[in-house]
């Protein structure tokens, strides 16, 4: 069974910038659309962005639409989420996740997920 491996969170200063990344092992999800979603202390897991399978569609929640950027390398098996003009806000365990759909925002509706990353941003 492939598994999925998130990397690149850390503590970061408000206004910067982190790429995360999300590897594939063991095997591909390279027909399955991924993506991101986050989870502070206390709260509900939220839906961040997706992408399709075939990187035509990217979908992002309001929160960071035109801060973030979902993008995938099929060659490498690799998803990637680039935050830019990072806010306190932000701070969360990022997990990426295997679905059907770029459409999809709920949890439940994506079959695979990693163990996630660290994200914590200061002001």
């Known amino acids: 069974q492939a598994q999925l491996v998130e990397s690149g969170g850390g503590l970061v200063q408000a206004g910067d910038s982190l790429r995360l990344s999300c590897a594939a092992s063991g095997g591909t999800f390279s027909s399955y659309a991924m993506g991101w979603f986050r989870q502070a202390p206390g709260k509900d897991r939220q839906f961040v962005a997706a992408?399709?399978?075939?990187?035509?569609?990217?979908t992002y929640a309001d929160s960071v639409k035109g801060r973030f950027t979902i993008s995938r390398d099929s060659a490498k098996g690799t998803v990637y989420l680039q935050m830019n003009s990072l806010k306190p806000e932000d701070a969360a365990v990022y997990y990426c996740?295997?679905?059907?759909?770029?459409?999809?925002?709920?949890?439940?509706?994506?079959?695979?997920w990693g163990r996630g990353t660290q994200v914590t941003v200061s002001s």
């Open positions: 992408i399709s399978w075939n990187g035509i569609i990217v």
């Open positions: 996740a295997a679905g059907g759909s770029a459409w999809q925002k709920r949890p439940r509706d994506y079959d695979y």
